[in-house]
C-alpha cells in the first residue's frame, strides 16, 4: 500500500547541495503532492511592468524537496510517474536582456502577464491563443558533486531539462547518484515550446503529484515516456537555418520567423520572439550531410485564432 506525503510551498530550496537535509522521507511507492511557487515569486507581481522587475537569480528557482526515498541507492534508477499537475491562476514570461537565443536583437526587458484562469489556452496577442500544456520544467536528483550548484544548467541527475514532453501520464527515469535519491523539482510552466529561446516559458505556480519507484537497474542517461504526442495537430508553418555551427543555424531559422510572424500575422517582434519561445518548436531536420546542419523552427497555425 502506498503512503501520500505533501510537500507545501515553504518547503523549497534555490540550488543543489547534497548536504541539504530533505523536506520528506517516504517508501518507494508512495505519492508526494508539490505546491510550488512559480519561479520568480515575490519578484514579479500579476500587475508588474516590462523594466519594473528586479530578477535575484540567486534566489528566483523554487524547487520542491528534497525527497528522500527509503533504500535509493548510488547505481539504481528513480522512477516518477507524473500523476497530475495543475497550473496556478496566472503566469509570466520574459526577455531578460544579454539572455535567450537572440540578446543582440532583443536588447530591451520585455515582460508578459497570463491570465490561466480559463484552462484552456494563454493570449499573446489579439487573435492568437497557446495552448495550455503544463509540465516541470525542473525535475531531478542530486548528484554526487559536494557543494552547491546553481539550478540553471541540468545535470547527469536531469535537473532543468525544461522538456514539455513530461506531461501528466509521462514516466521519468533518473540515475540515482546519491543515497536517498534527493529528488527536487519546480520551474513549473503552462506552455513552451521545444528550445524556450526567449529564455522562459509561461512561469507559474504549480500543484504537481508524482509516485516515487526504486528500480533495481542503473542507467547512463535519463530516459522517459510520455502517453501521447504533444506536438500540435494540424498545419504549421516553418523556417530552416543552414549553417555549419548548429546555434547560428539555430538564431536564423528562429529569426526567419519572427520576420514573419511580424509580416504576415502581424505581431510586434517581441510579442514573435515570446510566441516562438512558448509555441515554436526547433527541430533538427538534417545533420549528415558534410557538416553543414539544417534546423527547423514550426510554428503550429492553430495558434491563430
Not at 58 to 75: R, S
Not at 91 to 101: A, C, F, M, R, S
Not at 106 to 125: C, H
Not at 169 to 179: A, D, H, K, R, V
Amino acid at each position: 500500500m502506498s503512503t501520500e506525503h505533501a510537500v507545501d510551498a515553504t518547503q523549497v530550496h534555490h540550488d543543489w547541495d547534497n548536504s541539504r537535509e530533505p523536506a520528506i522521507v517516504v517508501q518507494s511507492g508512495d505519492v508526494v503532492h508539490f505546491d510550488l511557487p512559480m519561479t520568480g515569486q515575490g519578484q514579479v507581481s500579476e500587475t508588474s511592468k516590462s523594466g519594473e522587475v528586479a530578477w535575484d537569480f540567486d534566489t528566483i528557482y523554487n524547487l520542491g524537496g528534497p525527497v528522500y526515498v527509503e533504500g535509493a541507492e548510488p547505481g539504481q534508477t528513480l522512477e516518477v510517474e507524473i500523476l497530475a499537475l495543475e497550473p496556478g491562476p496566472w503566469g509570466w514570461t520574459t526577455v531578460i536582456p544579454e539572455l535567450g537565443l537572440l540578446p543582440d536583437d532583443f536588447p530591451e526587458p520585455y515582460l508578459k502577464i497570463f491570465d490561466l484562469r480559463n484552462r484552456g489556452t494563454a493570449t499573446v496577442a489579439a487573435g492568437v491563443e497557446v495552448p495550455i500544456g503544463p509540465f516541470l520544467g525542473t525535475m531531478g536528483v542530486h548528484t554526487d558533486e559536494p557543494g552547491q550548484h546553481s539550478p540553471f544548467p541540468p545535470h547527469k541527475g536531469a535537473g532543468n531539462v525544461d522538456n514539455r514532453h513530461l506531461i501528466a501520464g509521462s514516466t521519468l527515469w533518473i540515475p540515482i547518484w546519491c543515497e536517498g535519491a534527493l529528488f527536487s523539482c519546480g520551474d513549473a510552466h503552462a506552455a513552451q515550446g521545444d528550445g524556450e529561446v526567449c529564455v522562459t516559458g509561461i512561469e507559474c505556480p504549480m500543484h504537481a503529484s508524482l509516485r516515487f519507484n526504486i528500480l533495481e537497474r542503473s542507467l547512463s542517461v535519463p530516459r522517459f515516456r510520455t502517453p501521447r504526442a504533444v506536438v500540435a495537430d494540424g498545419p504549421y508553418y516553418g523556417t530552416m537555418g543552414i549553417h555549419s555551427d548548429l546555434m547560428e543555424g539555430t538564431r536564423i531559422a528562429v529569426r526567419a520567423m519572427i520576420d514573419w510572424l511580424a509580416e504576415e500575422r502581424g505581431l510586434g517582434r517581441e510579442d514573435g520572439y515570446v510566441l516562438c519561445s512558448l509555441a515554436g518548436d526547433l527541430r533538427i531536420l538534417e545533420i549528415v550531410d558534410a557538416g553543414v546542419w539544417n534546423v527547423g523552427m514550426t510554428m503550429p497555425l492553430g495558434v491563430f485564432v
